[in-house]
């Protein structure tokens, strides 16, 4: 039903996702690791530029009403306040997009994490600086675990965001 909705938006960025199953911690058992086949053919699979479409349309309230974009937005957003960022060892800033940025800056984000991928997609707003997104997904169990790299990205991005 989901995969049928993102395709009649029409948008070329989804032509080719499937965002059919649920999310994981420990892996899908029973039938649903079944239905994700033999060769995983039927996982979820999103690109970078179809993530950031769908966040930016989330955040401009284009691909679902008003009200339930701003649910999702207010769902997304995070503080980057170092206390409360301290208290939620979970939180999706540190060691994500969100963790290279001032504290000036506003973040509505999702980040993915498991034992072998490190994603995020972030909308962000700076002082004086058009907003921009930015959507990151890194492969394999040394970039998962690297919790400078997205950090690292987001600081880059910033820093060309100010010589514009």
Not at 66 to 88: C, G, V
Not at 108 to 115: D, E, I
Not at 129 to 147: D, I, L, M, W, Y
Request: net charge negative.
């Amino acid at each position: 039903m989901i995969n049928r909705y993102l395709q009649s938006l029409q948008w070329a960025e989804l032509e080719t996702v499937n965002v059919n199953q649920k999310t994981w911690c420990d892996g899908a058992y029973g039938r649903e690791r079944a239905f994700l086949g033999d060769l995983l053919e039927n996982r979820n699979m999103l690109t970078t530029n179809a993530t950031a479409r769908l966040l930016h349309s989330m955040i401009g309230g284009v691909a679902v009403s008003a009200a339930r974009s701003h649910a999702m937005t207010t769902l997304l957003r995070r503080s980057l306040d170092p206390i409360q960022l301290s208290a939620d060892p979970e939180n999706q800033v540190t060691g994500f997009l969100g963790g290279g940025l001032p504290s000036t800056a506003q973040l509505w984000s999702k980040a993915g994490l498991m034992s072998r991928v490190r994603h995020d997609a972030a909308y962000v707003e700076l002082p004086n600086a058009r907003p921009f997104v930015v959507v990151v997904f890194t492969e394999g169990v040394e970039h998962s675990q690297n919790e400078a790299i997205l950090p690292f990205i987001s600081q880059q991005v910033v820093a060309a965001i100010d010589q514009l």
